[in-house]
């Protein structure tokens, strides 16, 4: 079956830090990858996402680039600022059959940015 | 810009009642989902609709779950008896094209004592 995985949180920066969270995959098909962005008290927000292998999905100052040799999507932000602050999910879909695009999720990342 | 959205934000319910979740989708949106969250764990796709009928559902989704589009703009989840471990975070999403861009509603709190 298909299954995303991310790194462990929460994670805590400081404001302007460089900031890498992690995301592998494994999926039966060729997926496409998404992130996805939960602020306090909101619903899930597409971030960035990309469809095919070394397509590069970006958003915001965020980065992520579909790896398929090593079956990830890291998420990436050179300088985070205080409001970047939020739940970060990674997700993929693949099609395909009776398919329409079922998102499977990792467990969710936790962000902290202080001042 | 269009949103989708979902009532109530939080619903409290005893073991063994019925609830219904509403979701209005994005007016020209064709796909419609219902995922879930169970506090402190993965969210969980639970079904998709297209075209007035499920497209898919998950193991999670039983006999005991039902989903309808009543009319041109609402989409419900309904829950016919509600059993504590249904208490998750339910939230609703739309699509205009299947496979990529899900737009999702703030989610609705349900509790189950």
């Known amino acids: 079956g298909n299954s995303v995985t991310q790194m462990e949180g929460p994670v805590t920066l400081s404001e302007e830090a460089f900031l890498t969270i992690n995301c592998t995959y494994t999926a039966t098909g060729y997926p496409s990858l998404f992130w996805y962005v939960q602020y306090p008290g909101e619903g899930l927000q597409l971030l960035l996402k990309a469809t095919k292998a070394d397509d590069k999905g970006s958003n915001k100052g965020f980065e992520a680039t579909y790896r398929k040799e090593t079956t990830s999507f890291h998420l990436e932000k050179g300088s985070v600022q205080v409001s970047d602050s939020a739940v970060y999910f990674c997700a993929l879909s693949v099609a395909g059959g009776t398919s329409y695009g079922k998102l499977t999720f990792g467990q969710g990342t936790i962000l902290t940015v202080h001042p | 810009e269009p949103e989708v959205t979902q009532t109530p934000s939080h619903q409290v319910t005893q073991m063994g009642q019925e609830v219904i979740l509403r979701c209005v989708p994005i007016?020209?949106?064709?796909?419609f989902y219902w995922y879930r969250q169970i506090l402190g764990q993965k969210v969980e796709f639970l079904v998709s609709?297209?075209?007035?009928?499920?497209?898919?559902k998950s193991e999670i989704f039983d006999d005991q779950f039902s989903v309808e589009r009543p009319d041109g703009s609402n989409f419900t989840l309904k829950i016919r008896s509600t059993k504590l471990e249904d208490s998750a975070m339910y939230f609703c999403a739309s699509s205009d094209r299947g496979l990529y861009e899900q737009y999702f509603g703030p989610g609705t709190r349900l509790t189950v004592t």
């Open positions: 609709f297209y075209n007035n009928e499920i497209s898919e």
């Open positions: 007016s020209n949106h064709l796909y």
